[in-house]
């Protein structure tokens, strides 16, 4: 009796939800009669696996549909013909767990030095490149010892130099066996890895309609295995950072994603992807960061996929990622993994750029943001951090050149606080992980870097009206008291005078104050036609106070220059009708100069579309 397909020694095969693995086994025999399959593990006999009849063996064949196999491992085997003249087959460990098919090219493959590598474990088994099964340990991937002449290029090695390959090899650690181990550890279950990808690998040779290509060979070890996967962990692009390459890389990878899934007969079937790593090189390193753009939007654009950053990893020469982060990023291809087979309530969603915004100081905030933009992000947990100084944002101009004004990043929960030197123009954007080589090292609580995105649109620099420039200037109040204690005056116009702003809306008040101590003060009016919430954008070189109908609304007693439009701001509602701003600020000998103030409401840049006058000040 001889067992010739559906389970192979040191095999896993793909459990199926609560109901276990299934397999259709088959072979030949030398007589006919009745089938008993009798399965055990460590010498004990499996719950209702002794001498289980399942099925006939006829005319020197059988075909048998082993059902509710349970997950775990290793399992024996023994199937036993019965009839006057009984026969055996036994098949001495297998396993019931997790398949995932490792494809794309060398950062899949595995390109770190030996001989660092990942330890195996006895419950995490490959699928070699020949499809014999067998524990999983570095290099995963051996090409020439594939069948196929995609990978061995017509000259197919024996298994003595495949061994001698493993023993020698001074490459190959990957992040299959972190991955595998990650997995056991969250499942429970055992892990098979499916080796499958090609270095140097493009797109075109992954094309689905080439019969001769890395897409058939892929297919025939999933086939050859007889079992449906859990998901396909795809690492690849490098190859397609051409011209040509990225015009057309997210239609390739549909057809790629929908081919799989098409024929594996799993429409739903999980796809974990990597983000390409940094590379070092010279040039600008836009078509590496098309790339990545591509693969970071790519959830939108297929289902059930999520994508792994990697841009924060070492590397071990200038392309490849580094054996000694291996580990950290199969422990990342498990987090998304988890999310895509157990849902989010197990694993949260990788980090995603959720917003760009202009920051600005609230009356809450009495340590002024001289000018800031804020980067949120969803799916982070444990708060964002970072191995030594934040760094990796770029801000660029409306004319595409970079300016180089971010002197400071600093990291609250989800979100990166960038400070600039001063107001972005409009039509600016923020982009993370350009050129070549950034340095990214932000992660999460998890160690899930974030993406690398190309520049996107500050919030926040449209919808802003014209600055107030016309002010009815009150006389100095002689005051040793700060800003903040300040009660506001009774007002009145007698000894005031009008002060018209410049053009860019600056109230320059700097040679009144020279040498003098005390408070100014500022008034003026607006109207509304409607009830509406605006929000008062504001910027001052020295202690600052607003007040809005008699009412304290914000106040940054430390105030101090430069003076920046829009760097602080505070949200109100108010009623139609006409209502008063006041503001207060400490001349400080001089040392302050003078403010900026201009309302904005969403949507509108000109005031007749806002709703709002402002009353001439006389």
């Not at 905030?365 to 770029?394: H, N, P, Q, W």
């Not at 409607?530 to 600052?544: H, I, K, S």
Request: hydrophobic share 35%; charged share 20%; with cysteine.
């Amino acid at each position: 009796m001889k067992i010739l397909s559906g389970i192979s020694e040191g095999q896993v095969l793909q459990r199926l939800g609560k109901t276990g693995a299934t397999a259709l086994v088959c072979g030949e025999t030398t007589g006919d009669g009745p089938v008993y399959a009798t399965l055990s593990s460590r010498g004990a006999t499996t719950t209702g696996w002794k001498r289980r009849k399942v099925g006939t063996a006829k005319s020197g064949a059988f075909k048998l549909r082993l059902t509710g196999l349970p997950a775990g491992g290793p399992y024996r085997l023994t199937l036993e013909r019965g009839g006057p003249t009984p026969e055996t087959a036994t098949v001495r460990a297998f396993y019931v767990g997790d398949v995932w098919i490792l494809a794309g090219q060398s950062n899949m493959e595995g390109a770190g030095r030996m001989p660092t590598f990942s330890k195996p474990h006895p419950l995490v088994r490959v699928m070699s490149q020949r499809r014999d099964w067998r524990r999983a340990e570095d290099p995963l991937h051996i090409h020439k010892e594939s069948p196929d002449a995609c990978h061995n290029y017509g000259s197919q090695i024996t298994p003595a130099e495949s061994a001698q390959w493993h023993r020698s090899s001074p490459t190959g650690a990957g992040a299959g066996v972190s991955f595998g181990r990650e997995m056991l550890k969250r499942t429970g279950v055992p892990q098979g890895l499916i080796a499958t990808a090609r270095g140097g690998s493009s797109m075109d040779l992954w094309d689905p309609k080439k019969t001769d290509q890395l897409y058939a060979s892929m297919m025939a070890s999933v086939r050859s295995s007889g079992q449906p996967v859990a998901g396909v962990l795809w690492y690849q692009g490098e190859s397609d950072t051409g011209e040509t390459g990225v015009a057309d890389y997210t239609p390739k990878m549909q057809a790629l994603v929908a081919a799989t899934r098409r024929d594996l007969r799993q429409p739903r079937l999980p796809w974990v992807t990597v983000q390409l790593a940094r590379v070092a090189r010279s040039g600008d390193g836009k078509l590496w960061n098309a790339i990545q753009e591509q693969q970071r939007v790519m959830p939108a654009v297929i289902p059930h996929l999520q994508v792994v950053a990697a841009i924060d990893l070492s590397l071990d020469d200038e392309i490849h990622v580094g054996s000694a982060d291996m580990p950290r990023l199969g422990a990342r291809l498990a987090c998304a993994a988890t999310n895509l087979t157990a849902g989010q309530r197990v694993e949260p969603t990788m980090p995603r750029l959720l917003s760009v915004r202009r920051s600005m100081s609230t009356a809450k905030e009495l340590t002024k943001v001289k000018c800031g933009i804020d980067v949120r992000f969803e799916g982070i947990v444990g708060g964002l951090r970072s191995d030594g100084e934040a760094s990796g944002f770029y801000l660029i101009g409306p004319d595409g050149v970079e300016l180089p004004w971010i002197y400071k990043t600093k990291l609250h929960g989800d979100t990166v606080r960038l400070y600039i030197m001063r107001l972005p123009p409009a039509g600016s954007t923020v982009g993370y992980g350009q050129g070549f080589p950034p340095r990214c090292p932000i992660t999460d609580g998890r160690d899930l870097a974030l993406p690398v995105f190309a520049p996107a649109p500050i919030e926040g620099q449209e919808g802003t009206l014209p600055f107030m420039t016309s002010w009815r200037v009150h006389p100095l109040v002689a005051t040793q008291v700060s800003i903040d204690k300040a009660r506001l005056p009774k007002l009145q116009r007698d000894g005031t005078e009008v002060k018209t702003g410049a053009a860019d809306g600056f109230i320059n008040q700097n040679a009144a104050w020279q040498g003098k101590s005390g408070h100014a003060f500022f008034s003026a009016e607006l109207e509304l036609d409607r009830a509406q919430t605006v929000l008062l954008l504001m910027g001052y070189d020295g202690p600052f106070r607003l007040w809005l109908d008699g009412r304290s609304v914000f106040c940054n007693p430390g105030g101090a220059n430069p003076c920046i439009a829009d760097e602080s701001g505070h949200e109100v509602r108010l009623s139609a009708g006409r209502h008063e701003l006041v503001v207060g600020m400490d001349v400080a000998y001089g040392r302050s100069w003078g403010f900026f103030l201009r309302p904005r409401i969403a949507g509108a840049t000109i005031l007749a579309d806002a709703g709002i006058r402002y009353l001439p000040t006389v």
